[in-house]
T-cell receptor
């Protein structure tokens, strides 16, 4: 079956760095997306990885290892507004996104 | 990035009534639109995939006669919740795929449905 595994909740301090890990199993693979979702709002796109390696975009970076079925999202210089849920969503062979429950990130001053 | 709108953003209705939610891609043509439902603190649940000009493909366990989907054009898809009941109260989110090389999905802002 298809499965996503992320920590349910993480806490970090403003200004620090946090890494949110994601392991996945899918039927086929067409890349992996990371989305941010604030409470009561729809997800917004953060990153897309289809090849192995690290993609950096400002304060956010995303890493993918296809052979390990593993990805992480790295957030630097954390700000209070980064408090949200972070959703790892691989795309299967039918180009459908597979969703887990996400990781709720709590930023403390 | 591409913009997707949803209307209404919030709706409160009485049990037994029907509610229509619109999803529009504003600056691109979406060959495929998706309808999701999300209950509090749970993951997004795909309800159906909608392709322009053809019948929607519903996920297992989603009643197609209760959740009517119409994708009449490349920029508009509608979801109608028929004979809504309190258990249908949820956050309904649509997304649209541009069909570019990334197959990225752009999400609408969501519709909060409350059935009394």
């Amino acid at each position: 079956g298809q499965n996503i595994d992320q920590p349910t909740e993480m806490t970090a301090t403003e200004g620090a760095i946090v890494q949110i890990n994601c392991t996945y199993q899918t039927s086929g693979f067409n890349g992996l997306f990371w989305y941010q979702q604030h409470a009561g709002e729809a997800p917004t796109f953060l990153s897309y990885n289809v090849l192995d390696g690290l993609e950096e975009k400002g304060r956010f970076s995303s890493f993918l290892s296809r052979s390990k079925g593993y990805s992480y999202l790295l957030l630097k210089e954390l700000q209070m507004k980064d408090s949200a849920s972070y959703l790892c969503a691989p795309m299967d062979s039918n180009y459908q996104l597979i969703w887990g429950a996400g990781t709720k990130l709590i930023i403390k001053p | 990035g591409a913009v997707v709108s949803q209307h209404p953003s919030r709706v409160i209705c009485k049990s037994g009534t029907s509610v229509k939610i619109e999803c529009r891609s504003l600056d691109f043509q979406a060959t495929t639109m998706f309808w999701y439902r999300q209950f509090p603190k749970q993951s997004l649940m795909l309800m159906a995939t909608s392709n322009e000009g053809s019948k929607a493909t519903y996920e297992q366990g989603v009643e197609k006669d209760k959740f009517l989907i119409n994708h009449a054009s490349l920029t508009l898809s509608t979801l109608t919740v028929t004979s809504a009941h309190p258990e249908d109260s949820s956050f309904y989110i649509c997304s649209a795929r541009t069909g570019d090389e990334y197959n990225e999905q752009f999400f609408g802002p969501g519709t909060r449905l409350t059935v009394l």
